[in-house]
């Protein structure tokens, strides 16, 4: 989508959602909740406090992103970017390269959706 003229300016440069979306255990797809998205979405918004002084960041938590057999995961815009974490270590790369020089994180990217079940 494309800006307008008109159009207000952003309110952030880089606005990320980190699915934290629960299903009961017996889901077929799981989902990010039971694979510690709750957690690692709090460390990457304390983590992001000191970087937003910096730049307009926000993080959000976020209902399900439909990439549950990634989880947990993640979507960046404005560029739309979807990456999967595991760790306080993936987040920080994300932060370091992504979110602050607008880099990409090629091993934690989500680039195949084929296999995502609608």
Known sequence: MRRLPDDPEPMYEVHVFCCVNQRPATHRRG??????????????????????????????????LNLCEFGPAMVIYPEGVCYRFETDTDIEEILARHVVRGDRV???MIRDFSRLHR
């Open 31 to 64: 989902c990010c909740a039971s694979k510690g998205a709750k957690a690692l979405a709090d460390y990457m918004c304390r983590r992001t406090m000191v970087t937003a002084a910096q730049r307009r960041i926000r993080i959000n938590l976020s209902g399900c």
């Open 106 to 108: 090629e091993r934690l």
